[in-house]
């Protein structure tokens, strides 16, 4: 049996050399490249070729989605599969869209990786269990949060700061891209959130899909 190659996208090299020893206990796999970050990945990717790529979407230099983009420009046939912490819908919108083979939360067990390792190596797609369920709840108990547009409801300000949020930045980082205060930003969020009837943050993600705002272009 041919053994799956596998190369390990992650900036955190305990988690890298975890996933490793995993991996290559497994008698179908091999590791055959590891890297910390999106451009040095693509590097080792277009190098090494391997079957599988699995690869965490928060990383410095060039992060996950970003690496996903420009390895789809150069038209590369590895499969990918995101590991990752962030169960934000924002992101797997993204890299769905992007048409990667498989989501799996870093909470999930060890056999679940070795699982989906094996499936998008063998050309199918694998969902994390935890995300189809957060999905369906959105889906099968939206409440009132049918698609609406929120032009003359919230400010243009407003609109803004409440988008990034439902993308998964916190207030701090909407702070830091927006260039105004933390305490400016939960000032937006909280009249925005009043004026749009939304009292938490599922519920900001149910009308942020039912509005298209987490679609991201290819």
């Not at 690496?67 to 993204?94: G, H, I, W």
């Not at 694998?126 to 409440?143: N, Q, S």
Request: hydrophobic share 45%; glycine share 4%; with cysteine.
């Amino acid at each position: 049996m041919n053994p799956i190659f596998v190369l390990l996208v992650d900036d955190h090299q305990i988690v890298r050399q975890g996933l490793k020893l995993l991996i290559d206990a497994q008698p179908d796999m091999e590791v055959i490249g590891e890297a910390s970050n999106g451009k040095d990945a693509i590097a080792a990717i277009l190098e090494s070729s391997p079957h599988v790529v699995v690869f965490d979407i928060s990383m410095p230099e060039m992060n996950g989605i970003e690496m996903v983009k420009e390895l789809l420009r150069l038209e590369n046939e590895s499969r990918l599969l995101a590991l990752t912490a962030n169960s934000d819908r924002c992101y797997l919108n993204a890299l769905v869209q992007l048409k990667i083979s498989g989501y799996l939360l870093k909470r999930s067990a060890a056999t679940d990786l070795i699982a989906a390792i094996r499936k998008v190596a063998n050309d199918e797609n694998f969902l994390d269990m935890g995300i189809v369920r957060d999905f369906a709840e959105g889906v099968f108990h939206p409440k009132r949060l049918a698609a609406a547009t929120v032009g003359g409801v919230v400010s243009e300000r407003e609109e803004e700061v409440i988008r990034l949020i439902a993308c998964g930045f916190s207030n701090k980082e909407v702070a830091a891209k927006l260039e105004i205060s933390v305490k400016t930003i939960e000032t937006h969020k909280a009249r925005a959130m009043a004026k749009l009837q939304l009292s938490s943050r599922s519920e900001l993600l149910r009308f942020a899909v039912a509005n298209r705002w987490l679609e991201f272009d290819r």
